[in-house]
Nanobody
Framework: QVQLEESGGGLVQPGGSLRLSCAASGSILELYAISWYRQAPGKQREWVARILNGRSTTYADSVKGRFTISRDNAGNTVYLEMSSLEPEDTAVYFC??????????????WGQGTQVTVSS
């Protein structure tokens, strides 16, 4: 039993900044990775960023240099810091986690999604 709680979405003006959070809780033996995806109206779901083992980070070309993914000291919350936001960044943002629940089981989980709207 693992839960992902997302927060931080909202309305922001072009050029502004926003920070999304994804808090993982439950039966987590090890949190291998958390990734962020987004889906805009009329478009396919797009991978945005990933943090692996709480250290290694990778980004989609569309957000590289503007977005930063990180985790807190306890390792239970992952952040997506977004800057220089543009209307094209408007989408529902989802986090997904790769979790080891027990010695024998590894599973993936998805958050509920949080709306980010970039508009003047």
């Amino acid at each position: 039993q693992v839960q992902l709680e997302e927060s931080g979405g909202g309305l922001v003006q072009p050029g502004g900044s926003l920070r999304l959070s994804c808090a993982a809780s439950g039966s987590i033996l090890e949190l291998y990775a958390i990734s962020w995806y987004r889906q805009a109206p009329g478009k396919q779901r797009e991978w945005v960023a990933r943090i692996l083992n709480g250290r290694s980070t990778t980004y989609a070309d569309s957000v590289k240099g503007r977005f930063t993914i990180s985790r807190d000291n306890a390792g239970n919350t992952v952040y997506l810091e977004m800057s220089s936001l543009e209307p094209e960044d408007t989408a529902v943002y989802f986090c997904t986690a790769l979790v080891r629940e027990t010695t024998a089981t590894t599973s993936t989980y998805w958050g509920q999604g949080t709306q980010v709207t970039v508009s003047s």
